[in-house]
């Protein structure tokens, strides 16, 4: 149930977007396809939205499948990172649109419009066009425009994309918060690894059109499959022959069992972190480990830059062996 | 969102602004002003005299026909062939392109022989079979409508195109994931957003319709009372030493025209509602 997609393939010309994609969906949850851009991710999306076709596979929707059937039957909410809002009509007549195309009774699409505008915090601003709204409120009314018509399967793609980082940290949490009043299937498409860990209920890595790894945020942040997915989720480093993410390396100024010593050849301070560059003193090894630390830390240890250190990784810190 | 700067005015300012109004009055304003004024250099009496002209009047009915049939035609097929050429990939779309500037390119006596050679009733390629069946191109009502609308195809096609590029298929998308058919899409989102280009297109087809002279001369073969639309009674009268009707012939031309187009420049919004 929720959604089957099973051997999806597509391909541009000669550029493969999409390679024997098989994913399940379930029914209520919030699943984000995360990756980076141009890896199909948004290409997966417009095909479970019937608004791009596959070469070939299949695609259900609660049961029934929807591979060949239009979009406009598919009764999937969607959302575009540029709003796509309609420029000539109103708020109001924008989330009321879905409805009208479904010949409501008018009395119907008043109430439900107007509940929707409740939910998405515009009321005062029903009778604006949407020139008039900021970002934010703009996809705010694309999302009250494709729920509308309650959908079966919310699809999102990009949608905070194009909003500012503070906008786009308030929808993110309002979108959760959202997610777990209605439990409509979700599924959103990002390349914000922060986004997606924050979010979702389970995450999707797809990289150059084939899946990656499927599994909760912390399965995939702590048992990454491969080096792809464990640099897609954050930062990391190479300390020795180790794949490790920066903040779990342990840093000490006194000579102790390490993996590697070197000199602190580069020192950067961004607010409350400190982002360390130790240059290795095996010549064979000479490539910089990163290292992060909170400025509480660095202060404690009494390190400074130019300093000799000895790194080895935190107990129970996850590292890939490559 | 530009903002209006007022930039300070200096000698420069004023002798850009001389060169451009004086360009445009020696070779707009004066010249049509002229007309108006042979027009009424004597009062009403050559409007009268126009008016009361049979042929004047028949050439006028004609001209205004033919200018709604092919501004039809052309609003119809012009929506069509942009929608195609900004919506669709298909083999063949730049030479599509390139081809509807055709008309603009080509002197419009070429298309009138043109036409005459494809629809003409004795000698052309379609001309006799259509005859035949008893609906006759040339040298009748049919072949100037098709003259005009073949000269006055790109107009709304060049309005429509840029509109449709700028605006993008996702709010099109949008309404097709809302449960929007095709037809409710045009009607409901595309329609709207391309509006204001396409009354101006239209009136710009108008304006080209009610004036051509070259391919309607040859298909229409210029009869009396028959296939003589108004641009062609004015040279007639012209020739005829009938100046004073050739004016004011001329003028209600001109009227028509700039009238449409203060129309549409009075409604079109004038602040630029673009939603970015």
């Known amino acids: 149930m929720g959604i089957e997609i099973r051997g999806i393939n597509k391909n541009f010309g000669d550029f493969v977007a999409l390679e024997d994609i098989t994913l399940s969906v379930p029914t209520g949850q919030l699943t984000a396809l995360l990756g980076p851009s141009g890896g199909g991710k948004s290409t997966l999306l417009r095909i479970i939205a019937g608004l791009e076709s596959s070469d070939s596979g299949t695609i259900e929707i609660e049961g029934v499948d929807t591979t060949n059937v239009p979009a406009q039957k598919r009764n999937v909410g969607f959302v575009f990172q540029h709003y796509a809002a309609f420029k000539h009509m109103t708020v109001e007549k924008n989330i009321a649109f879905g409805l009208e195309i479904r010949k409501r009774p008018k009395d119907e699409i008043k109430e439900r419009v107007q509940e929707l505008l409740k939910l998405v915090h515009l009321e005062q601003w029903s009778h604006r066009l949407p020139s008039q709204l900021s970002g934010g409120q703009r996809q705010r009314m694309a999302l009250a425009?494709?729920?509308?018509?309650?959908?079966?399967?919310?699809?999102?793609?990009?949608?905070?994309?194009?909003?500012?980082?503070?906008v786009r940290k308030e929808l993110r949490d309002w979108l959760r918060r959202l997610h777990d009043e209605m439990h409509v299937t979700t599924v959103f498409v990002t390349h914000d690894q922060e986004e997606a860990l924050e979010v979702s209920d389970s995450l999707v890595i797809i990289n150059e059109g084939r899946i990656e790894q499927i599994g909760t945020p912390d399965d995939l942040y702590d048992r990454p499959a491969s080096d792809f997915v464990l640099s897609f989720l954050g930062p990391v480093t190479m300390l020795g022959d180790r794949m490790i993410r920066p903040h779990d390396i342990e840093i000490s100024p006194y000579e102790q069992a390490a993996i590697v010593s070197g000199k602190i050849t580069r020192w950067t301070r961004v607010g409350f972190e400190i982002r360390l560059e130790v240059t290795p003193d095996d010549v064979l090894h000479p490539n910089p480990v990163h290292v992060v630390l909170t400025r509480t830390e660095a202060t404690a240890l009494g390190i400074h830059e130019g300093d000799q250190v000895w790194l080895r990784p935190q107990v129970g810190a996850d590292q890939v062996t490559s | 969102m530009a903002s209006h700067r007022v930039r300070p005015k200096t000698a420069g300012t004023y002798v850009r602004r001389g060169i451009v109004l004086t360009y445009?009055?020696?070779?707009?304003?004066?010249?049509?002003?002229?007309?108006?004024?042979?027009?009424?250099?004597?009062?009403?009496?050559?409007?009268?005299?126009?008016?009361?002209?049979?042929?004047?009047?028949?050439?006028?009915?004609?001209?205004?026909?033919?200018?709604?049939?092919?501004?039809?035609?052309?609003?119809?097929?012009?929506?069509?062939?942009?929608?195609?050429?900004?919506?669709?990939?298909?083999?063949?779309?730049?030479?599509?392109?390139?081809?509807?500037?055709?008309?603009?390119?080509?002197?419009?006596?070429?298309?009138?022989?043109?036409?005459?050679?494809?629809?003409?009733?004795?000698?052309?390629?379609?001309?006799?079979?259509?005859?035949?069946?008893?609906?006759?191109?040339?040298?009748?009502?049919?072949?100037?409508?098709?003259?005009?609308?073949?000269?006055?195809?790109?107009?709304?096609?060049?309005?429509?195109?840029?509109?449709?590029?700028?605006?993008?298929?996702?709010?099109?998308?949008?309404?097709?994931?809302?449960?929007?058919?095709?037809?409710?899409?045009?009607?409901?989102?595309?329609?709207?957003?391309?509006?204001?280009?396409?009354?101006?297109?239209?009136?710009?087809?108008?304006?080209?319709?009610?004036?051509?002279?070259?391919?309607?001369?040859?298909?229409?073969?210029?009869?009396?009372?028959?296939?003589?639309?108004?641009?062609?009674?004015?040279?007639?009268?012209?020739?005829?030493?009938?100046?004073?009707?050739?004016?004011?012939?001329?003028?209600?031309?001109?009227?028509?025209?700039?009238?449409?187009?203060?129309v549409v420049t009075v409604l079109r919004p004038k602040e630029n509602p673009d939603g970015d």
Do not use: C, M
């Open chain 1, 145 to 166: 425009r494709a729920l509308a018509i309650q959908p079966t399967v919310l699809l999102l793609d990009e949608p905070f994309g194009a909003l500012d980082a503070k």
């Open chain 2, 24 to 262: 445009l009055f020696l070779l707009v304003v004066w010249p049509v002003s002229l007309i108006a004024q042979h027009t009424f250099g004597n009062g009403f009496g050559n409007l009268h005299t126009a008016l009361t002209d049979p042929a004047v009047t028949s050439a006028l009915r004609l001209t205004i026909y033919v200018s709604i049939w092919a501004v039809a035609i052309n609003t119809v097929f012009g929506v069509g062939i942009s929608l195609l050429l900004t919506r669709y990939t298909f083999p063949g779309r730049s030479i599509l392109s390139a081809l509807i500037d055709l008309p603009l390119s080509v002197s419009p006596v070429v298309v009138g022989l043109a036409l005459l050679l494809a629809y003409g009733g004795t000698n052309g390629l379609f001309g006799p079979a259509l005859n035949s069946a008893g609906f006759q191109v040339a040298f009748a009502t049919p072949g100037i409508v098709l003259a005009t609308t073949f000269v006055s195809l790109p107009l709304v096609i060049r309005e429509l195109v840029p509109v449709l590029t700028e605006i993008g298929t996702d709010q099109e998308q949008a309404a097709r994931s809302l449960g929007a058919g095709p037809w409710q899409t045009f009607r409901r989102i595309t329609l709207p957003s391309i509006r204001w280009a396409l009354v101006y297109g239209v009136v710009l087809s108008l304006a080209r319709s009610l004036g051509e002279f070259g391919a309607v001369k040859i298909i229409g073969g210029n009869i009396a009372q028959q296939t003589q639309t108004a641009t062609l009674v004015v040279e007639q009268k012209y020739q005829d030493f009938e100046q004073p009707t050739a004016y004011a012939t001329s003028f209600l031309l001109a009227l028509i025209a700039v009238a449409a187009l203060v």
